[in-house]
């Protein structure tokens, strides 16, 4: 198995240590040995620790331009092979997420939407229609993505 998953979803309202970690740790670690490599966003982010809570107005830094910002997430999408977007427990819609989703799809890559079955603020044709797979756990897509990647019959 072998292949490429960037990991999109809401940074903007989450601490560091949640929006550098948290899930995408969860899905690094279940990838794991699999010759999966896995893609964050949060990557070369450090710089944002110093802030209790992430939000648009981000700290002088080559990585907070906003120039860079869409220009990393727009080459990772590109190199990798599948996106899986979580917006579980979403608060608000994450224009950053949606903006995603739509580069993504004009770049004809497979995308794995996880979110609620009703309920979620990103219930929406232009992020439900432009997936490839809609589920509900990140368990679920886990075994997705291996299964995409996986080799042989």
Not at 2 to 15: C, D, F, Q
Not at 70 to 87: F, G, Q, T
Not at 134 to 147: G, P, Y
Request: aromatic share 6%; proline share 3%; charged share 20%.
């Amino acid at each position: 198995m072998a292949g490429t998953v960037y990991l999109s979803g809401p940074i903007t309202g989450l601490g560091y240590q949640e929006a550098r970690y948290g899930w995408r740790k969860e899905v690094q670690a279940a990838l794991w040995g699999e010759s999966i490599t896995v893609l964050s966003p949060m990557r070369h982010e450090a710089h944002l620790a110093e802030m209790s809570t992430i939000d648009t107005h981000y700290p002088e830094h080559f990585f907070s331009k906003a120039k860079v910002i869409v220009e990393k997430d727009r080459l990772d999408i590109k190199r990798s092979d599948i996106m899986l977007v979580n917006v579980l427990g979403a608060q608000r819609v994450s224009i950053g997420t949606v903006s995603e989703i739509a580069m993504a799809y004009e770049q004809g890559k497979q995308t794995i939407l996880v979110m609620e079955d009703s309920g979620n603020p990103h219930e929406h044709p232009f992020v439900t229609e432009l997936v490839s797979l809609r589920l509900n756990n990140l368990d679920d897509a886990v075994a997705a993505i291996k299964s995409l990647l996986s080799e042989g019959i």
